[in-house]
C-alpha cells in the first residue's frame, strides 16, 4: 500500500509570507498531483509533475518532484488570502490495472490572514 | 463547461435508512472514482470503474456500501442500512485514462454529498 505523508496539517500565516508544504512516501510514484480544495468543493487540480527533479511553476506556486520520484513540495511566494485552502498531494502508480488510481495526502490547511 | 455532477449535495437521515448517491461522470471520461472525505481519514477511495466495469472496491465496507454504473452517464453509490459512522462528504470524480499513451491521471471531481446519518 502506498502511503503519502503531508506536512504540515495546518498552516497560518499573514500575508506577504512565504510557505512550503511537503509531500513524503517510501515508495516510486509515476507521477505526482497536487490539488487545492475550497470549502464546499471538490478538489481541483494544479499540477502534474511527472519526471524525477522537475520544477514547474504556476504565478507565485511553486512544485518540486523529488529526484527519486518519492516526494514533492509545494512553494507559495508571497502567500494571498485567496491562497487559503486544504492543499493535497496525490501519487499515481503506473502498470497493471492501478493505472489512474491515485492515492492521497492526508492535506495541508492553509489559511492566510489579510 | 463540462462538469462532474453529484444529487443530492445535502442529505440528513436516521440510522438503518438506505441512502442513494448518484454522480454524472464528465462525457467521455472512462474512469469513474467514488471518494470519502472525513477530517479524521482525509480522502479515501471506496471504489472506481473504467468502462464502467469496477476494477477495486477494497475501499468500501462490503456489507453495506455497493457501487454501480448502470450506464456510462450514471454512477451510484448506496448504502444500506446507514450509520452514523457514515456520516461524511461523498466525492464523485471522472477521468480519462488509457494505458496506449501512458496514463492521464489528473481527475475531476463533483462538488460532493455531505452526507450525515443522525
Known amino acids: 500500500t502506498q502511503l503519502l505523508e503531508q506536512s504540515p496539517q495546518f498552516l497560518s500565516i499573514q500575508e506577504g509570507e512565504n510557505l512550503t508544504v511537503y509531500c513524503n512516501s517510501s515508495s516510486v510514484f509515476s507521477s505526482l498531483q497536487w490539488y487545492r480544495q475550497e470549502p464546499g468543493e471538490g478538489p481541483v487540480l494544479l499540477v502534474t509533475?511527472?519526471?524525477?527533479?522537475e520544477v514547474k511553476k504556476l504565478k507565485r506556486l511553486t512544485f518540486q518532484f523529488g529526484d527519486a520520484r518519492k516526494d514533492s513540495s509545494l512553494h507559495i511566494t508571497a502567500a494571498q488570502p485567496g491562497d487559503t485552502g486544504l492543499y493535497l498531494c496525490a501519487g499515481a502508480v503506473a502498470g497493471g490495472t492501478s493505472y489512474g488510481k491515485l492515492t492521497f495526502g492526508q492535506g495541508t490547511i492553509l489559511t492566510v490572514h489579510p | 463547461d463540462a462538469r462532474v455532477t453529484q444529487t443530492p449535495r445535502d442529505k440528513v437521515t436516521e440510522m438503518g435508512q438506505e441512502v442513494t448517491m448518484r454522480c454524472q461522470p464528465i462525457l467521455g471520461h472512462n474512469t469513474v472514482f467514488w471518494y470519502r472525505q472525513t477530517m479524521m481519514q482525509g480522502l479515501e477511495l471506496l471504489a472506481y470503474f473504467r468502462n464502467r466495469a469496477p476494477l477495486d472496491d477494497s475501499g468500501m465496507p462490503k456489507d453495506r456500501f455497493s457501487a454501480e454504473m448502470p450506464d456510462a452517464t450514471l454512477a451510484t453509490l448506496k448504502i444500506q442500512p446507514s450509520e452514523p459512522r457514515d456520516s461524511a462528504v461523498y466525492f464523485c470524480?471522472?477521468?480519462?485514462?488509457?494505458?496506449?499513451?501512458?496514463?492521464?491521471?489528473?481527475?475531476?471531481f463533483g462538488p460532493g454529498t455531505r452526507l450525515t446519518v443522525l
Open positions: 509533475v511527472v519526471t524525477g527533479g
Open positions: 470524480a471522472s477521468g480519462l485514462t488509457y494505458t496506449d499513451r501512458g496514463q492521464s491521471n489528473e481527475q475531476f
